[in-house]
């Protein structure tokens, strides 16, 4: 049973442009929501992260847009540089924020065209 | 200081060895996690130390994995009769305390032929 769904796979951007990559749950107990990027050969990095309590997180060019009646989570990176190609993987732990027992999506690579 | 350290980087081993993959956390990080990410995948959960002590080894997928983080700093993923599934890229990860952000290292790539 997958309970982090993510989509797209693959996405490819031309530099400036918007990214966008989406994540469904199923379990309501969850309540933290991170999301890493990973360079390949490096371990999984945290981004930014977001609780249910808020809709919208915002660090620099990079956004959290978070529907809770949906179950549904979104990354936003703005002005995608070159240097923001790698995999995304959005994530999610369970009620209590114990953080440590995190759920991953599958991943998205991103491709910034220059 | 440094980040989390992984050895051996690579590993390849034939079906039915044993191996060991070694995490050297961040100095002071009480809390250790290991996860297994497979070609394709997110990371999956596998182990979670406080201490010295597994706080939550629900992730470990039979009794063939077992982990041990004897001093309460590095820590050892041990696997018997490794078998061609096992291969995967094995992430270590620390945290100050569980509730910390977790840092992830370059993780260990074990190939079983």
């Known amino acids: 049973q997958q309970q982090v769904k993510q989509s797209p796979q693959s996405l490819i951007v031309q530099k400036g442009g918007i990214s966008i990559i989406n994540c469904a749950y199923e379990?309501?107990?969850?309540?933290?929501f991170p999301w890493y990027q990973q360079f390949p050969g490096k371990g999984p990095a945290l981004l930014i992260a977001?609780?249910?309590?808020?809709s919208e997180k915002k660090e620099g060019r990079f956004t959290i847009s978070f529907n809770k009646s949906a179950k549904q989570f979104s990354l936003h990176i703005m002005d995608s540089q070159p240097g923001d190609s790698a995999t995304y993987f959005c994530?999610?732990?369970?009620?209590?924020?114990?953080?440590?027992?995190?759920?991953f999506g599958k991943g998205t690579l991103l491709t910034v065209n220059p | 200081g440094a980040g989390v350290s992984q050895t051996p980087s690579n590993k390849v081993t034939e079906k039915g060895k044993y191996v060991e993959l070694r995490c050297d956390p961040i100095?002071?990080?009480?809390?250790l996690y290991w996860y297994r990410q497979s070609l394709g995948q997110g990371p999956e959960f596998l182990i979670y130390?406080?201490?010295?002590?597994?706080?939550?080894d629900s992730g470990l997928p039979n009794d063939r994995f077992f982990a041990v983080r004897p001093e309460g700093s590095v820590s050892t993923l041990k696997i018997q009769r490794t078998e061609r599934g096992d291969s995967a890229v094995y992430l270590c990860?620390?945290?100050?305390?569980?509730?910390?952000?977790?840092?992830f290292g370059p993780g260990t790539r074990l190939t079983v032929l």
């Open positions: 379990n309501t107990a969850f309540d933290y």
């Open positions: 994530a999610a732990d369970l009620s209590g924020g114990s953080n440590y027992k995190l759920t």
């Open positions: 990860a620390s945290s100050l305390s569980p509730n910390n952000e977790q840092f």
């Open positions: 977001i609780r249910p309590d808020v």
């Open positions: 100095s002071g990080h009480t809390a």
């Open positions: 130390f406080q201490g010295t002590g597994a706080a939550d």
